[in-house]
């Protein structure tokens, strides 16, 4: 076994019970009990033995919270527009494919390439629903860097999120990718949203088939909040 396999055993974070998609996103509640979104990286703070895994969840930070202080983008009937400046700047750090292939699991090796792009797709649409409007709940948190753990092409960055209230353990597991650093799941006070999100899948293939689990991820994909957006 390599280095690189041990420690992605050594550190492989708890799942949680299995239940609905719809309870899938459960991790996403915990952080935004304070006012911040798990998939939003948002905050700012200190950091300790900073390196580029680092730097890389820093640069996405501070992006992030530049549009959400962008006060011409808060006017009325920018909403949509800051939405997709928001989802451009995730994207670019979040590595979708990798997060999807590992939240579906061995069945991913069934799929064909037009199947792998639909589920992709799906899956980034159903976590930038869940985070598009939980954003806007941001209230200068703060993001403290407690360390970064590199194994091979693997990072670790371990960060802090701390309101006046509270302190939530936030970690980054990232993949190296052509000199760049792409997040593939978030672990939140040690759960992790892939293996989450693999529970949920598991379950349905086991009980039901692979098409009725696209069909439930495309249901929640679609889905549009009720909630009147904040300008």
């Known amino acids: 076994m390599n280095k690189a396999v041990l ?10 019970p299995r239940g609905r998609i719809v309870r899938a996103v459960w991790p996403l509640r ?15 703070g200190t950091a300790v033995g900073a390196g580029a895994a680092t730097e890389a969840v820093r640069s996405t ?28 700047v995730i994207g670019d750090r979040f590595n979708y494919d990798e997060m999807a292939k590992r939240s579906l699991g061995s069945h991913w090796n069934k799929l064909t390439d037009q199947e ?19 954003i806007e709940g941001y209230s200068g948190e703060q993001v403290h860097y407690l360390s970064e753990r590199l194994e091979g092409k693997y990072a670790e960055v371990r960060t802090k999120v701390a309101s006046e209230k509270t302190e939530i353990p936030l970690d980054y597991r990232l993949l190296s ?14 759960v ?3 293996n989450n999100y693999r529970g949920q899948f598991t379950k349905i293939l086991r009980e039901s088939s692979y098409a009725d689990l ?6 929640k994909a679609e889905k549009k909040s009720d909630k009147p957006k904040t300008p």
């Open 7 to 16: 420690w992605r055993a050594r550190n492989r974070p708890r799942s949680v």
């Open 30 to 44: 915990i952080v935004t009990s304070v006012g911040v979104a798990v998939i939003v990286l948002v905050g700012g």
């Open 61 to 88: 930070i501070n992006e992030v919270v530049r549009i959400l202080q962008d006060k011409e983008l808060k006017k009325p009937g920018r909403s949509e527009e800051r939405r997709r400046q928001l989802e451009k």
């Open 116 to 134: 792998r792009r639909e589920f992709v797709d799906l899956f980034k649409r159903l976590l930038s629903n869940s985070y598009a409007d939980k």
């Open 177 to 190: 990718n052509s000199d760049d650093w792409r997040v593939y799941d978030v672990i939140v006070d040690g």
């Open 192 to 194: 992790s949203l892939v």
């Open 214 to 219: 696209v069909e439930k991820l495309r249901e």
